[in-house]
C-alpha cells in the first residue's frame, strides 16, 4: 500500500537560560507526543535568543543543553529533525523578504514586543522588534501545517498566518497557512509566587519558577511556598482558584493523570500536602530526564552528528521554499 504522506509539524525553543516547567508542559511534552503522526522539524531558536543581549559562552552551552533536554524528554533523532536555527541561512533570508509584507504598526502592538521593550528599555532593538518575522519565516520555509506551542505564541502564529496569506495573494499560493497546537490544559502554566503571571525564565524571583534543572530539594521548596488561596478546595477553577488550578495543570502534566482523577485524588487534602505531592511528582519525573539529560551531554561527538543531519535535511527543504519565494519576486537567479 502506499504510504500517506505525513503532515509537517514545526516548532522551536530559544536558547536562553535554563528551560522551565513551562517550557515543557506548553511545548515539549507536545513536541513528544506528536512525533510518530507527523514529519516533525525542531529548532533551537539561537538567532531569536540574541534580541535580547546574551553571555556568548552561555548561549553556546545553552544551545547543546536544550539540543540534549529534547532528547532526554523523548524527541528522537531517528522520527524528528533536530537542528540549530543559525545552521540554516534560509532563516534570515525570507525574514528579510517577509519583512517587506510586514506593518510596522502591527510589529510595535506585539505583545511580547511592548513587555520586552520595557524588561530592556536599553536596549530596543529592531531584532527585537523584528522577531514575529523571523518567526514566521521559521514556521514558512518548511510549509509546516501545525505548530505546537504555548499559549504567549499565538498572537505571533497570528501574524505568521496573515504574513502567509498576504504573499499567497499578491503571488500565487506558496506558503501553507499553519495552524496551532494549543494544549488543552498547561497553555499557560503561571509563576507559583504570582498565578497572575506567566511563569517565566527570567522573572525577577526565580523562586516562582520551575525550571527544568532544579534538584529535587529546591523543587519541593518551590512548590511549598507556591501561593494558593484562602479556601481549602483542590478544584480546577482558573478564574476563581488561578493559583490550586496551576498546580493541578501541572500535577496532570506531570502524572499523566486526568483533571477529574487528580481532582478526586485530591478531595479532602489539605492545601500543604496536595503541595507537596505535586512537588514530589515533578521531582520525580525530573530526575530521570536530568541524569539522561548529562549522559547525552557528556557526548559531544554525537550531538554533534545529530546536528549535522538536522542541519542538512531542514536546510534542503528550506532552500527549496526560498527558491520558490525568491523565483515569484522576480529575483534573478542563475
Ligand atoms: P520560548 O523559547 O519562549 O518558549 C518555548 C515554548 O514554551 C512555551 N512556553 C510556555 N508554555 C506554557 N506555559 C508557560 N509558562 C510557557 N513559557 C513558555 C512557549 O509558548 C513556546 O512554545 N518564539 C518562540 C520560539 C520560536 C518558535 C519558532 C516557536 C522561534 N521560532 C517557530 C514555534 C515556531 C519562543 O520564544 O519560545
Not at 502591527?106 to 522588534?129: C, P, V, Y
Not at 495552524?179 to 503571571?197: Q, R, V
Not at 536530568?290 to 545529530?306: G, H, I, P
Amino acid at each position: 500500500m502506499e504510504e500517506v504522506k505525513k503532515k509537517r509539524l514545526y516548532s522551536a525553543v530559544q536558547p536562553t537560560n535554563a528551560l522551565t516547567i513551562g517550557n515543557y508542559i506548553g511545548a515539549i511534552r507536545n513536541m513528544v507526543a506528536l512525533q510518530e503522526e507527523y514529519d516533525c522539524i525542531y529548532a533551537i531558536a539561537n538567532m531569536h535568543a540574541i534580541t535580547v543581549r546574551q553571555v556568548p559562552a552561555e548561549l553556546r552551552k545553552n544551545t547543546l543543553a536544550v539540543l540534549a533536554l529534547y532528547m532526554a524528554c523523548g524527541l528522537d533523532p531517528a522520527k524528528c529533525t533536530l537542528y540549530i536555527q543559525s545552521h540554516v541561512p534560509c532563516h534570515a533570508e525570507l525574514a528579510w523578504v517577509l519583512n517587506t509584507f510586514t506593518y510596522v504598526g502591527e510589529m510595535e502592538r506585539m505583545t511580547q514586543f511592548k513587555d520586552k521593550s520595557a524588561k530592556h528599555a536599553d536596549n530596543i532593538n529592531m531584532g527585537l522588534m523584528d522577531y514575529p518575522v523571523l518567526m514566521a519565516a521559521d514556521i514558512l520555509l518548511y510549509k509546516a501545517d501545525v505548530v505546537p506551542v504555548g499559549i504567549d505564541q499565538r498572537q505571533h502564529l497570528e501574524i505568521c498566518r496573515d504574513i502567509a496569506q498576504r504573499f499567497n495573494n499578491v503571488y500565487s499560493p506558496t506558503f501553507v497557512v499553519p495552524e496551532g497546537i494549543y494544549p488543552k490544559i498547561g497553555a499557560k502554566i503561571c509563576d507559583l509566587l504570582d498565578p497572575s503571571k506567566k511563569m517565566s525564565k527570567s522573572a525577577e524571583n526565580p523562586a516562582g519558577t520551575v525550571f527544568m534543572n532544579d534538584d529535587r530539594d529546591t523543587v519541593i521548596r518551590k512548590f511549598r511556598r507556591a501561593v494558593t488561596d484562602s479556601q481549602s478546595e483542590v478544584r480546577y477553577d482558573p478564574e476563581n482558584k488561578p493559583g490550586v488550578s496551576n498546580l493541578l495543570s501541572v500535577y496532570t502534566a506531570f502524572s499523566g493523570k486526568s483533571m477529574q482523577e487528580a481532582e478526586r485524588e485530591f478531595a479532602g487534602s489539605g492545601y500543604g500536602d496536595f503541595k507537596l505531592a505535586v512537588g514530589e511528582t515533578v521531582a520525580d519525573k525530573l530526575a530521570p530526564v536530568q541524569s539522561e539529560q548529562a549522559r547525552l551531554l557528556a557526548d559531544k561527538q554525537y550531538l554533534e552528528s545529530v546536528l549535522r543531519a538536522g542541519a542538512e535535511r531542514a536546510g534542503g527543504i528550506a532552500a527549496s521554499t526560498l527558491s520558490k519565494v525568491y523565483r515569484k519576486i522576480g529575483f534573478y537567479q542563475l
